[in-house]
């Protein structure tokens, strides 16, 4: 990631700040030269558990990250909790939580949401170029937002979610120089499709999914001449629901993500739109993510999935092996990555998922 002003931020911060956020950028969404990186790590550990995948498949409220157009088909109250302690290889003091509740409201016909993201980027010394050091600031980053989604047909489900987004890479100010904290916004378009079959499968045997994320204007944190996109991405994504009885519950899916973020040079950026027809020609290549989840009489999963991209988005290539839990109302899930390079900073990274359902009786 090409940080936004590491020039004039340089004699202010530590170099371990720079390399937490470039490294983050990198093994949370292959950024491509865009900033606040967080709001593309997946957040869910029951997703998280199938290699990244949700695009096609995500009816409940992981569809707030993964596709909003899915929360259409959520009928009922939910709340969910995650954590993971980011980054684990750098045994750094980096801090993951996402927090999400939806709910179906009879009166507009669909299913409102409201979602809060938040990366603690830990605690950092001033440093000037002297050597002296300054005052010690804590960096972290977050957003809060909320959507809609409906049911526009009898199997298509569609949805759209605005956020809030502030990104406070440095409080300290240094004569002039204005603290290093930057703002935007953004908007997430998504649907689902569950078309009905009559081949002697479950009725939702297969959903096809596409999704809109981070759509919104650029953000700096000092320089306006050095601002940077959000990570706009475009997911498709499908689900086939293999097995459903009595006992047993057996879903495959696959997605497929591209960044759509170019930079024909270092201090030039295609803006929205434009980068959504450019950014399929600057190289990056696209990542592809594929999981399985089996569930037994919807009281114990067991997930596996696969995620990789091209060496030049990132060259990220791990497996990911999951579990949860469902008691009445209460559900836990977690995940866990294991790398191809045992070196990797996502390398044994685990991810916990407390959900609430508070219509589960009424389903």
Known sequence: MWFPSRRRFAPVVSLFLIAAVSASAQVSGGSG?????????????RTGGMGEVGTGTARDISATFYNVGGLAYQKNTQVSVTY?????????????????????????????????????????????????????????????????????????????????????????TVGNEKPGIGRSVAFDIGALWTPKTDWGMPEDFISLGANFANIGPKIHYVDIQQADPLPTTFRIGAGLHLVKDEFN????????????????????????????????????????????????????????????????GGNRR????????????????FSYINTIDATHPLANTLRFTFVVDFDHDSK
């Open 318 to 333: 791990f497996f990911t092996f999951g579990a949860g839990l469902r008691y009445d109302m209460y559900g836990f899930d």
């Open 33 to 45: 030269g865009s900033a606040v990186p967080f709001l593309i790590i997946p957040p869910n550990a």
């Open 84 to 172: 993971s302690k980011w980054l684990p290889q750098f045994n750094a003091d980096l801090h993951y939580s996402y927090v999400n509740g939806s709910t179906f409201v009879k009166d507009l016909d669909g299913t409102v949401n409201v979602h809060f993201v938040f990366l603690d980027l830990g605690e950092f010394q001033q440093t000037f170029e002297t050597g002296q050091q300054g005052a010690k600031f804590r960096s972290l980053e977050f957003a809060i937002g909320a959507g809609y989604s409906t049911m526009v047909a009898d199997d298509v489900g569609f949805g759209v979610q605005a956020r809030y987004i502030q990104s406070n890479l440095s409080s300290v």
């Open 249 to 312: 519950d057996l879903t495959a899916a696959i997605d497929m993500d591209k960044l759509l973020v170019n930079r024909p040079s270092i201090n030039e950026v295609d803006p929205v739109p434009k980068s959504i027809i450019t950014s399929w020609g600057n190289g990056k290549g696209v990542e592809w993510s594929m999981g399985l989840e089996y569930w037994y009489e919807q009281l114990v999963a067991l997930r596996a999935g696969y995620f990789t991209e091209t060496a030049a």
